[in-house]
């Protein structure tokens, strides 16, 4: 059995004139990744390894539940295929995950975040907001056999 915990950044600042990879979080991006979390936090979940998309709206969502989680530093990744947002790259990285992590969570970036729970989930989602976090379960023991797994749990900012 495997299990993805996949984040889309929090909510980003359009200000400025810097390069998409460069916008930072809003300030209600930062709320979220005070709260969310949190709230992830209660659910007992240890993932084994966090990757996240260098870009600096994701960076800091995962950087911001890696603190919260205390989750240690040296099991945290980023992965430049993750600055994705068609989701043929996000599902290439998972695919290419090693068969010891158990429990994968991965920072990413719409329409890529949206498209995967989609595909790869039992439960349709318009579309996976800012700091949303969703989870799905896989009947496999490898992760080059990803195949139609089980939506889990949703956890979205505005139901907290």
Not at 34 to 55: N, Q, T, W
Not at 56 to 62: C, I, K, L
Not at 86 to 106: A, S
């Amino acid at each position: 059995m495997k299990k993805v915990v996949i984040v889309r950044h929090a909510k980003s600042s359009w200000e400025g004139h810097l390069k998409d990879f460069d916008r930072p979080l809003n300030s209600r991006g930062l709320e979220d990744i005070e709260r969310m979390p949190e709230h992830f936090k209660e659910l007992g979940i240890i993932p084994d390894i966090i990757v996240s998309s260098p870009a600096n709206r994701a960076q800091t969502t995962a950087k911001g539940f890696v603190k919260a989680l205390n989750f240690p530093k040296t099991k945290f990744f980023l992965e430049g295929n993750l600055y994705d947002f068609y989701g043929d790259e996000l599902l290439k990285v998972i695919k290419k995950t090693p068969d010891t992590v158990t429990t994968l969570m991965l920072f990413g970036h719409n329409y890529a975040v949206t498209n995967f729970v989609n595909s790869y989930g039992s439960l349709s989602i318009d579309n996976v907001p800012t700091c949303g976090l969703v989870i799905l379960d896989f009947d496999i023991n490898t992760w080059s056999d990803l195949s139609k797994g089980k939506t889990v749990l949703t956890l979205f900012p505005k139901n907290m």
